[in-house]
T-cell receptor, first 114, second 113 residues
């Protein structure tokens, strides 16, 4: 079992570019969560998705950020027109049933905006 | 709303000495409590959790935490630390039946040889 796979591990973007972060959940997990860890802070929940559906996006910034989890393929967190303040570590987690049982985090994508 | 406070941002401690990492939370509802560990450039790994039952919970590598409802605390302790325990430690809470965590800002534990 390969665990939650995130790629790339590191991503550098210039201001104004788009960033795409990918997350493949653990085998058998159909629930995906994205968290953001700003420098010197703890992780903060962004969005919860199930296949083809956004269940809870209460933590997503209102502009430039979007997430999807298509029927086939990984979940994608997309940040348009990145700014310096988007520099952070973005972690994905997955679970089999949409609760805390089996909740597993990936190793994260570290986004640097220059 | 839930919030988690980790009172110490950095804790240096000598090898084989005891350590306590403090965590307090506030919540209007009953919660589950967790400690996660993050090694450099890695993801979060679950260290231990309190869901119900005995208020003292233990991990396989010698850490323990005690849920104190009256003080709304869930402090993490280890009687004798190793160099390999150097990492960032995060306390987290979740609503019972919830699907997301609320994390503290983390405590950086550095074990000094």
């Amino acid at each position: 079992n390969a665990g939650v796979m995130q790629n790339p591990r590191h991503l550098v973007r210039r201001r104004g570019q788009e960033a795409r972060l990918r997350c493949s959940p653990m085998k058998g997990h159909s629930h995906v969560y994205w968290y953001r860890q700003l420098p010197e802070e703890g992780l903060k929940f962004m969005v919860y998705l199930q296949k083809e559906n956004i269940i809870d996006e209460s933590g997503m910034p209102k502009e430039r950020f979007s997430a999807e989890f298509p029927k086939e393929g990984p979940s994608i967190l997309r940040i348009q027109q990145v700014v310096r303040g988007d520099s952070a570590a973005y972690f994905c987690a997955s679970s089999p049933k949409g609760d805390l049982y089996g909740y597993t985090f990936g190793s994260g994508t570290r986004l640097t905006v220059v | 709303a839930q919030s988690v406070t980790q009172l110490d941002s950095q804790v240096p401690v000598f090898e084989e000495a005891p350590v306590e990492l403090r965590c307090n939370y506030s919540s209007s509802v009953s919660v589950y409590l967790f400690w996660y560990v993050q090694y450099p450039n890695q993801g979060l790994q679950l260290l231990l959790k309190y869901l119900s039952g005995s208020t003292l919970v233990e991990s396989i590598n010698g850490f323990e935490a005690e849920f104190n409802k009256s003080q709304t605390s869930f402090h993490l302790r280890k009687p004798s630390v190793h160099i390999s325990d150097t990492a960032e430690y995060f306390c987290a809470v979740s609503d019972i039946g919830g699907n997301q965590f609320y994390f503290g800002t983390g405590t950086s534990l550095t074990v000094i040889p």
